[in-house]
């Protein structure tokens, strides 16, 4: 089966200026049909004016899934040893909370 697409533009932006890039933009129940279903990732597949769409692979998908925990694992990891070297270079200021005096002693020197 064949479909004829137009090739369309996005507009990318920087800086300086902004340039057309071209697009190709698919939709339809025939998509469906072929067994891509919304929130579906695929596969991308390009080589010398070809271009081939494909869904991942069970194998291809448990990859990219443990590859995003890792990633997020590391991000995590990154945060808290910043965390703890603030804590242990007392560099973290402590939060003053303002609330209401009755939870103080009458000797407390914070007034209300």
């Not at 070297?85 to 939060?95: E, I, L, M, R, V």
Request: overall charge neutral.
């Amino acid at each position: 089966m064949t479909k004829n697409i137009k090739i369309q533009y996005s507009t990318r932006y920087n800086s300086r200026n902004c340039h057309s890039v071209p697009k190709i933009q698919m939709e339809g129940k025939w998509l469906e049909e072929l067994g891509f279903s919304i929130g579906d990732i695929v596969a991308v597949e390009y080589e010398n004016g070809c271009i081939r769409i494909r869904p991942l692979t069970s194998e291809e998908q448990n990859k990219r899934q443990q590859e995003e925990l890792k990633s997020d694992i590391r991000r995590k990891s990154a945060a808290l040893k910043s965390l703890q070297s603030q804590a242990d270079n007392g560099s973290s200021k402590p939060c003053l909370v303002a609330e209401s005096g009755s939870h103080y002693s009458e000797d407390s020197s914070v007034s209300v």
